[in-house]
């Protein structure tokens, strides 16, 4: 099978702007989740959707949203972006149980000037 | 909210040494916990991983216990080698989402 896919890997925004990312999950799984990791903090969860629903979500400001198409692929969403939005924005995809192992992408790098 | 705690953040060891790697979680709900190896410019892949109803599991070199009651779990890597050096990040699940560790890095000198 395809392993998880991101578009675009590297993006420049400057501040203010927003930008969406993509990710198709691998071909079966119903569930993404998105991470954002930053040398200073890690990895830390964003949110998690299922079917078409957020499932979960992290400790993150409303600018940041995300969405699911009934084909699986996921997209997320930062408005407003700030200098501190600048980090490797990866998703991993899962089946259906809670505890199923998670697969990453290789990840979107967002540089925000 | 969960917090996992990993140790140590560096660790640095000669070829044919083993490596350990300790996290505690404070979430007396996890169940589910995964470790990641993350290469420089790569994504995370998972290494190993065990859930609340073991106490071990091994994989050729690589093995991680659990310890539900004191809420830790670590990784043991034996006869490391070159090839292991990267960053480890352990994790524990909170419903469907996965809580990190702040990740280890390993270096593994010939």
């Known amino acids: 099978k395809a392993g998880v896919t991101q578009t675009p890997r590297y993006l420049i925004k400057t501040r203010g702007q927003q930008v969406t990312l993509s990710c198709s999950p691998i071909s079966g799984h119903r569930s993404v989740s998105w991470y954002q990791q930053t040398p200073g903090q890690g990895l830390q969860f964003l949110f998690e959707?299922?079917?078409?629903?957020?499932?979960n979500k992290g400790n993150f400001p409303g600018r940041f949203s995300g969405r699911q198409f009934s084909n699986s692929r996921s997209e997320m969403n930062v408005s407003t972006l700030e200098l501190g939005d600048s980090a490797l924005y990866l998703c991993?995809?899962?089946?259906?149980?809670?505890?199923?192992?998670?697969?990453f992408g290789p990840g979107t790098r967002l540089t925000v000037l | 909210g969960e917090n996992v705690e990993q140790h140590p953040s560096t660790l640095s060891v000669q070829e044919g040494d083993s490596a350990v790697i300790k996290c505690t979680y404070s979430d007396s709900a996890s169940n589910y916990f995964p470790w990641y190896k993350q290469e420089l410019g790569k994504r995370p892949q998972l290494i190993i991983d065990?859930?609340?109803?073991?106490g071990e599991k091994k994989d050729q070199r690589i093995a991680v216990t659990l310890n539900k009651t004191a809420k830790h779990f670590s990784l043991h890597i034996t006869e490391t080698q070159p090839e292991d050096s990267a960053v480890y990040f352990c994790?524990?699940?909170?419903?469907?989402?996965?809580?990190f560790g702040k990740g280890t890095t390993l270096s593994v000198s010939s």
């Open positions: 065990i859930r609340s109803n073991v």
């Open positions: 991993a995809s899962s089946g259906t149980s809670l505890a199923d192992t998670q697969y």
């Open positions: 959707y299922f079917s078409e629903t957020q499932r």
């Open positions: 994790a524990a699940s909170r419903g469907t989402a996965l809580i």
